[in-house]
């Protein structure tokens, strides 16, 4: 069964950094392109980031410049360096497949961070 495991958030002042995990047992996980989503309180899941298999990266535009998305396919995991932390960027964090979320969505992670 597939499963997305997200880790590694949590509560940060203003300007902080957190990074975060996502263990995937996913068959052929080196082939996946994989994204990072944040869904904040009221709003929809948005994708922040992504890497393909060849690790090409593309991030949204809110987080650009902040954020780094990396992936270890040999560990089946997915990073994100999360630098310069905003208020706005409160929200759980889930990872999936991207740029379309295909796989069961995990528990997620949350990541607070005050002003």
């Known amino acids: 069964q597939v499963q997305l495991v997200e880790s590694g958030g949590g509560l940060v002042q203003s300007g902080g950094s957190l990074r975060l995990s996502c263990a995937a047992s996913?068959?052929?996980?080196?082939?996946?392109?994989m994204g990072w989503y944040r869904q904040a309180p009221g709003k929809e899941r948005e994708l922040v980031a992504s890497?393909?298999?060849?690790?090409?990266?593309n991030y949204a535009d809110s987080v650009k410049g902040r954020f780094t998305i990396s992936r270890d396919n040999g560990k089946r995991t997915v990073y994100l360096q999360m630098n310069g932390l905003k208020a706005e960027d409160t929200a759980v964090y889930f990872c999936?497949?991207?740029?379309?979320?295909?796989?069961?969505w995990g528990q997620g992670t949350q990541v607070t961070v005050s002003s």
């Open positions: 890497i393909t298999s060849s690790s090409e990266k």
């Open positions: 996913v068959n052929f996980f080196r082939l996946y392109t």
């Open positions: 999936n497949r991207g740029p379309t979320a295909s796989l069961n």
